[in-house]
C-alpha cells in the first residue's frame, strides 16, 4: 500500500463479494473486513512478507462469549488474490482456506472463480496472548531520516502524555478535529506522513492509516496497517449485504499491553 494508490479502486462500483448472515448481522463499527496485514515500511510504501501468509501453527485466541459469535457465509468474485475478507474477528473457517498468524483468510491458490465459504468471527478482539520481540521490533521499524515533523511532534506529544492511550486519544482528536476526507490528493513525496500531517491536512484511508502509524512507532507504540474493506449495504430483495470494490479500506491496529491487537 502507497498513499494515493487505491484510487481507481476507491471509485469502483463492481461488486467485491456478498454476504449472508446467520442471524442479525453485526452493528456498522463492527463490519471491518480484514484482508493482508502490512507491518514493514520503507517510508513510501508498506508490505508484507510471503511467510505472513502461512497458515497459523498455535492457533489463535479464543474468545470468552462464543454465545455473541457471528456466522455468516461469503460469495467472492474473482481477484486474482490469495485473501479471502473476513470479518474482525475471524474464530474459525472451511477448508481449503486457513486463518495466518494475524487473523486473516487466505487459500494456497489465486481465487480465480465465484468462490463461496463460511466463517465465525467474533465481534471484540480475543485475550492477547503476547508479542514477540521479533514481532515488536517489526511494529516499531521506521526508515531514518524520514518524516522528521512527525517523529519530533510523536515523540513531544508522548512525553507529555500519562500513557500510551492518553496518547492515543490526543493523535485522535487532532484528526478528527483538523482533518477532512478528499480522494483529490497530489502524489505523496518522501516524507510523505510530514506532508499529510502539517501541510495538506486531507486525503483518503491510505493517507491516514500510513500518517498515524508513522506517529505510532515514533512514540514507541508498535502499529501495522490492515486493508480490506468496511461496510455493506443490505439488499432488500436478497436478503444479503453487497460490499463493492469502492468500499476498500485501510485502518489501523495498535498493540497495547495486557490487550493485544486494537
Not at 474477528?89 to 495466518?100: G, M, N, R, V, Y
Not at 468471527?121 to 496472548?129: F, K, L, M, N
Not at 460490499?243 to 495486557?258: C, P, R
Amino acid at each position: 500500500m502507497t498513499p494515493g494508490q487505491w484510487l481507481d479502486s476507491l471509485v469502483d462500483d463492481r461488486i467485491a463479494f456478498r454476504v449472508t448472515f446467520v442471524g442479525k448481522p453485526p452493528a456498522p463499527q463492527q463490519r471491518y473486513w480484514r484482508g493482508p496485514v502490512l507491518w514493514d515500511f520503507d517510508g513510501m510504501e508498506w508490505k508484507r512478507r510471503p511467510w505472513d501468509s502461512l497458515p497459523v501453527q498455535a492457533g489463535l485466541p479464543t474468545a470468552q462469549n462464543d454465545a455473541a459469535s457471528i456466522s455468516y457465509s461469503v460469495s467472492l468474485e474473482p481477484t486474482e488474490r490469495r485473501y479471502l475478507p473476513v470479518l474482525d474477528w475471524p474464530h474459525s473457517a472451511d477448508a481449503p482456506f486457513f486463518l495466518t498468524q494475524e487473523a486473516s483468510l487466505y487459500s494456497d491458490k489465486p481465487i480465480q472463480k465465484l468462490t463461496d465459504y463460511r466463517a465465525v468471527s467474533w465481534p471484540e478482539q480475543p485475550p492477547a496472548t503476547g508479542l514477540s520481540d521479533p514481532q515488536r521490533r517489526r511494529a516499531l521499524a521506521l526508515p531514518a531520516g524520514v518524516n522528521p515533523r512527525s517523529v519530533a511532534l510523536a515523540r513531544q506529544w508522548r512525553s507529555e502524555s500519562a500513557d500510551d492511550r492518553a496518547y492515543i486519544e490526543r493523535v485522535l482528536q487532532w484528526i478528527n478535529s483538523d482533518f477532512s476526507y478528499t480522494l483529490a490528493t497530489e502524489e505523496p513525496g518522501r516524507n510523505g506522513a510530514d506532508e499529510f500531517l502539517f501541510d495538506q491536512k486531507q486525503g483518503f484511508c491510505q493517507h491516514f492509516s500510513s500518517a498515524f502509524a508513522v506517529l505510532m512507532r515514533a512514540a514507541g507504540i508498535p502499529v501495522r496497517v490492515v486493508t480490506g474493506y468496511a461496510g455493506g449495504y443490505k439488499n432488500p430483495y436478497g436478503g444479503y449485504w453487497v460490499l463493492y470494490q469502492k468500499d476498500a479500506h485501510a485502518w489501523n491496529e495498535v498493540w497495547l499491553d495486557g490487550q493485544g491487537w486494537i
